[in-house]
């Protein structure tokens, strides 16, 4: 059974960053996708990024595109986030997840429990 885990969450200033991590157990991260989404209080769970099983390609929302990395580290079964420039519009708690294929709809296999961002003007 897979686990996901994230952490790195937080309270940052507008323009500052944070880096979120996923730490996987159960299957190596390597043979699935992975991504991240996001829940805003009052809106639906969007799309945010995801990365192959081999890392060769990403894909990002639009809104996050130039400002958010999806990374991954096979070797420590971890992938992350990193996020710059981050706005209050970013605020959210974000999801790891994992799917056999990258999709940009919510029908991953795999979720984490969630980890809270906030950022403040």
């Known amino acids: 059974q897979v686990q996901l885990v994230e952490s790195g969450g937080g309270l940052v200033q507008a323009g500052g960053s944070l880096r979120l991590s996923c730490t996987a157990s159960?299957?190596?991260?390597?043979?699935?996708?992975n991504g991240w989404f996001r829940q805003a209080p009052g809106k639906e769970r969007e799309f945010v990024a995801a990365?192959?099983?081999?890392?060769?390609?990403?894909f990002y929302a639009d809104s996050v595109k130039g400002r958010f990395t999806i990374s991954k580290d096979n070797a420590k079964n971890t992938f992350y986030l990193q996020m710059n420039g981050l706005r209050p519009e970013d605020t959210a708690i974000y999801y790891c997840?994992?799917?056999?294929?990258?999709?940009?709809?919510?029908?991953?296999?795999?979720w984490g429990q969630g980890t809270q961002v906030a950022v403040s003007p």
């Open positions: 997840v994992g799917n056999d294929v990258p999709i940009t709809t919510d029908l991953w296999d795999y």
């Open positions: 159960g299957r190596p991260i390597k043979n699935y996708a």
């Open positions: 990365i192959t099983r081999s890392g060769d390609y990403t």
